[in-house]
C-alpha cells in the first residue's frame, strides 16, 4: 500500500468557535445528567443492611449454587432424597 501525506484541511476562526461551543455544550448535558446519579448513588451508600432489605444476623447468598446449598443444609435428610 502506497502511503501518502495528510490532507491539510483549512480551518476558519467561526468553525473553532462553533466546534468549542459544541463542546461545551455537551460537557455541560454531561455534568447535569452525572449529577442526579452521584446524589443518589451518596444516598444509597449511606444505607443501612435493614434498608437494603438484609438482615443483620445473615448475609444473602451471592450466586444461585450457595443459594443452593443453603437451601439444602435447611433440609432434612428425608426431603432431600424425596421422602
Do not use: C, F, Y
Amino acid at each position: 500500500m502506497i502511503r501518502s501525506n495528510p490532507t491539510a484541511i483549512p480551518l476558519r476562526a467561526s468553525d473553532l468557535k462553533h466546534l468549542q461551543a459544541t463542546i461545551e455544550e455537551r460537557q455541560k448535558a454531561a455534568d447535569a445528567a452525572a449529577k442526579p446519579a452521584d446524589a443518589g448513588a451518596t444516598s444509597n451508600a449511606s444505607a443501612t443492611q435493614e434498608e437494603r432489605g438484609q438482615s443483620s444476623g445473615t448475609a444473602q447468598p451471592q450466586s444461585a449454587a450457595e443459594k443452593r446449598k443453603k437451601d439444602r443444609a435447611a433440609m432434612s435428610v428425608n426431603e432431600r432424597i424425596g421422602l
